[in-house]
């Protein structure tokens, strides 16, 4: 009788909590399911453990448990708002990109460093269709443990503006404002300076830098701006 009502109270938990736990976690967002950073993954994993330890163990309170699943998920919530509002906290809470490969040469340290070995990062390579290293201008390795790839400009695959126009440019972004902050380090290697900033932004109406959500500057020194609060806000039609 007792194993019974002991099942009883399994199934109920079972019934109750996996809506609780769907609920925070779409409150928790989509980060958390598809990019896994550091906090998140610490985050889910102690989901994981409340939830089973709730199931699997009847004499476990049950309320409390909903209690602290709620708590976990708004925890998560407000780490991911400040991590929003201070890039340098949210710097401590992540990993960052590290580079682990440029102009086809590995870059040993950074690889030692993240504990990645040549046959992981060759091995994730072949996964991008990339078999020659020689061919990779530079790789990096990202917060959640993927590799990013850029091709060196005769082994990228043309693009329509390229057939078009006869000829390859190796057009990549570079970000120079990021959430208000000025990124220094690369106007000088652009060879730009923060008064051509100041100039192109007063070009486009921006008169604050604190009014730029993201500024990024390609090779022919064009800025792409994204306002912190744009008059409209951008809308494709995407459904399920």
Known sequence: MELFIDFLKVLGRIITILPLMLIVTLFMGKRSIGELPVFDFIVIITLGAVVGADIADPSIQHFPTAGAIIAIGLLQKIIAWLKIKNHRLGRLLTFEPTLVIYEGQFHIKNMRKISYSIDNVLQMLREKDVFKVEDVHFALIEANGNLSVKMKPQKEVAKVEDVRSGGYENSMDFP?????????????????????????????????????????????????VTLRNPLQEPFIPIFH
Not at 188 to 204: D, I, P, S
């Open 176 to 224: 120079v404002i990021m959430d208000g902050r000025i990124y220094k380090e690369t106007l000088a290697y652009k060879g730009l300076n923060e008064a051509w900033l100041r100039e192109e932004l007063l070009k486009q109406k921006v008169t604050s830098v604190e009014d730029v959500f993201y500024a990024s500057v390609n090779e022919h020194h064009e800025l792409n």
